[in-house]
C-alpha cells in the first residue's frame, strides 16, 4: 500500500476516533446533568456505527471488495444503510458539542444554532431536497461500470469515493431520524414516505438489475474472475447475482420498513375525545320539541 493510499485510509478512521472520543467525554458530562439524555444505548449506537464505517476500510472486507463483487456491496449496505442510522440515533451533535470546553462549546454552540453566516450555510448545503439529490447522484455512480472501473484500478479512489458516500448518507440519514440540531422545519410525515421510496426505488432497480442482467457488468470482476481463483468458489455472474440480491434485500428491509413505519405513524389516530357540552339539553333534545326546554321544570317533591 502506498504512503497516499495508507493517508486516505488511516485520516478518517483517526477523525471518527476522535469524534467517537468526544462523544464519549460529551456523553459522561451528560450522565451528571440531565442523564435522560445520555442514555447507554446512545454511547452503544455512536460507537457501533463509527465501527461499521470503519470496517468498510479495514480488512477482510475491503480488500476482499476488490476481487468480489458481492463483498462491494456489503461495504455499500454498511456505509449506507446501517452505519448512518446508528449514528444519528445516538445524537451526536449534541453529544460532542457537550464534549469539548466550555468556551469553545458555546461559540460552537451559537455558530450552529443562533443567527451566524455558519447557520446560514448550514441551512442551505443541508437542505433536505439537496440531501436526496445528492445521495441519490452519489447512489447512482457509485454503481456505474464505468467508474466502477476506473475507482478500483486507483487506491485512494475508492477510498475517497466510499467515504463520499458515507457523508452522503449521513446527509441522507439527518433528515429521516431527526436527532440532528433543528435547522430545519420539521417535514410532514407524507415528505417523510416519499424521500425513503424516493430511495427504494433506484436501490431495488439497481439490485434487480445487477442480479438478473444475465451477463457481466462490471469489467473488473469480469477480469478478476477469469484471471485468479475466486475466494468461495463462484464464478463471475453468482458473485453478481449475490451483489444484487444483498442490495435489494437489505434495501428493502431498511427503506421500506423505515417507509412502513412512518405510514404508521401517519395514519395512528389518537382515542376521539367528546366535544364540549356534548350532553347540554339544547343538543340532546329531539327536533321540533326545542320549546320544551323554555318551559318552566317542576320543582322536585320534598322530602321529609
Known amino acids: 500500500m502506498t504512503t497516499s493510499n495508507l493517508a486516505w485510509q488511516l485520516i478518517p478512521l483517526v477523525l471518527c476516533g476522535l469524534l467517537g472520543l ?43 471488495s476488490g476481487e468480489l463483487l458481492f ?6 449496505i454498511l ?30 454552540s451559537r ?36 467508474f466502477t472501473s476506473w475507482s478500483m ?5 475508492r477510498h475517497l469515493s466510499l467515504w463520499v458516500l458515507g457523508l452522503a448518507a449521513l446527509l441522507y440519514w439527518s433528515h429521516v431520524v431527526g436527532t440532528a440540531p433543528r435547522i430545519h422545519a420539521r417535514l410532514p410525515l407524507w415528505v417523510f414516505f416519499a424521500y425513503l421510496v424516493g430511495a427504494d426505488i433506484p436501490n431495488m432497480v439497481a ?16 477480469n478478476i474472475h477469469a484471471t485468479t481463483a475466486s475466494p468461495f468458489g463462484v464464478d463471475v455472474l453468482d458473485d453478481q447475482i449475490i451483489a444484487g440480491g444483498l442490495i435489494w434485500f437489505f434495501g428493502s428491509i431498511v427503506y421500506f420498513g423505515s417507509a ?15 366535544f364540549p357540552n356534548w350532553d347540554a339539553d339544547e343538543r340532546m333534545i329531539a327536533p321540533g320539541l326545542e320549546h320544551r326546554l323554555a318551559e318552566p321544570r317542576p320543582a322536585p317533591p320534598k322530602t321529609r
Request: charged letters at 10%.
Open 260 to 274: 412502513v413505519l412512518v405510514m404508521r405513524r401517519l395514519f395512528k389516530h389518537e382515542h376521539p375525545q367528546p
Open 207 to 222: 439490485g434487480v438489475t445487477i442480479s438478473f442482467t444475465g451477463r457481466p457488468i462490471y469489467a473488473h470482476y469480469a
Open 153 to 157: 484500478a486507483q487506491g485512494w479512489a
Open 71 to 76: 463483498a462491494r456491496s456489503i461495504l455499500k
Open 79 to 108: 456505509t449506507v444503510m446501517v452505519a448512518p442510522p446508528l449514528i444519528w440515533l445516538a445524537a451526536p451533535v449534541h453529544g460532542v458539542l457537550w464534549g469539548l470546553p466550555g468556551g469553545l462549546r458555546g461559540r460552537a
Open 111 to 146: 455558530a450552529i444554532l443562533g443567527p451566524s453566516a455558519i447557520h446560514n450555510t448550514l441551512r442551505v448545503v443541508t437542505a433536505p431536497g439537496l440531501a436526496w439529490l445528492l445521495f441519490i447522484s452519489v447512489f447512482v455512480i457509485w454503481h456505474d461500470a464505468r
Open 22 to 64: 468526544l462523544f464519549t467525554r460529551g456523553w459522561l458530562r451528560l450522565r451528571l446533568i440531565a442523564s435522560e439524555l445520555a442514555a447507554p444505548a446512545r454511547l452503544i449506537s455512536l460507537w457501533a456505527g463509527l465501527a461499521l464505517l470503519c470496517a468498510a476500510h479495514l480488512p477482510p472486507l475491503y480488500p476482499l
